[in-house]
């Protein structure tokens, strides 16, 4: 029954945050585990020290949490759980997406039911569809749903990109606010901007072009760095929002190591491996079919750790 009035007084505020809080430095937070299960725990220790450390916003069950490897329930248990520990003190953009539009649905609506304030929706992997059966997706989920969601575009998981005059048709819909633009091209991510309507929410999907993108008009970051890293990756975003483009510069620059570092093997190996060597999780472990980070990779990272002052 406690559990039944928890999840009533959550479906109260669900969406309810202000489009304008979306954007800074948002982590997509790793989802710990210990001998095979949900460390949860070890989970909320990162969403507070993320809170603490000046991060703006939490994306639980992104690429970076492992989502592709969750079973429903554990996918719902970590949004409640990210939900519960936020607490309201900063948006939660829950990681919502499948390659079938149905699915999609169902997890989009437990996340608005438990309180979450958006959803991130991946464009479906695997299925390779067309330009119009992404906008036939993605209206689908929006209308159905009735709930805040911001797109998620990244062709080097997903074999399809989603190409900014299929954003711009989407981006009509009241419910689609923004996008995660994972493309890695200016270009691209320039044309997004140049075609959808002012208001409409564009994140970096790689900390490499969080600032270049902010400097065309983007609001942010949805980060791999902000796990490891979130007071300086907070420091960037708030720098550049101040005008202090010379600091923020200074941080992408010295923060540059270590977004390459993060990719020397598949995300979330590398940043599981550093927040275990810096005591953040206590173990390093991810789900197959994902391995463990290989010992001259490890010895790498640790090296540009090190340079970054964040281990021995």
Not at 74 to 81: D, K, L, P, T, Y
Not at 256 to 264: G, R, T, W
Not at 268 to 282: F, H, Q, S, W, Y
Request: net charge positive.
């Amino acid at each position: 029954m406690a559990k039944e009035i928890g999840a009533s007084k959550r479906r109260k505020t669900a969406g309810k945050g202000k489009k304008e809080q979306i954007g800074g430095a948002i982590v997509a937070i790793v989802t710990p585990f210990k001998d095979g299960k949900l460390d949860e725990e070890a989970l909320k220790n990162l969403i507070e020290w993320n809170i603490k450390s000046g991060t703006h916003c939490i994306v639980p069950c992104g690429t970076t949490g492992e989502s592709a490897t969750l079973s429903h329930e554990e996918h719902m248990r970590v949004v409640e759980i990210t939900i519960d520990t936020v607490k309201g003190r900063v948006p939660v953009i829950a990681g919502t997406g499948s390659n079938s539009t149905a699915e999609t649905i169902m997890l989009t609506n437990h996340a608005k039911n438990a309180g979450a304030n958006a959803a991130l929706v991946i464009t479906p992997y695997y299925n390779k569809p067309s330009q119009e059966g992404l906008y036939r997706h993605f209206m689908t989920v929006a209308d159905e749903c009735k709930f805040p969601m911001v797109l998620y575009n990244v062709p080097g998981r997903t074999s399809v990109n989603m190409l900014p005059e299929t954003v711009a048709r989407c981006a009509k819909n009241r419910y689609i606010i923004g996008i995660k633009e994972a493309t890695g091209s200016l270009k691209q991510v320039t044309e997004v901007i140049r075609l959808c309507p002012k208001n409409f929410i564009v994140l970096s999907g790689d900390d490499f072009t969080a600032f270049p993108i902010m400097t065309i008009g983007g609001r942010g970051v949805i980060s791999v760095a902000s796990n490891i890293v979130p007071r300086e990756m907070a420091a960037m975003v708030n720098s550049f929002k101040k005008g202090n483009f010379i600091k923020a510069r200074q941080l992408h620059l010295k923060l540059f190591p270590l977004f390459n570092a993060l990719f020397y093997e598949t995300n979330p190996v590398p940043a599981k491996t550093a927040l275990a060597m810096m005591g953040k999780i206590p173990t390093d472990e991810v789900r197959l079919p994902l391995a463990p980070m290989s010992e001259a990779n490890i010895k790498r990272l640790r090296g540009v750790l090190q340079e970054l002052k964040l281990v021995k």
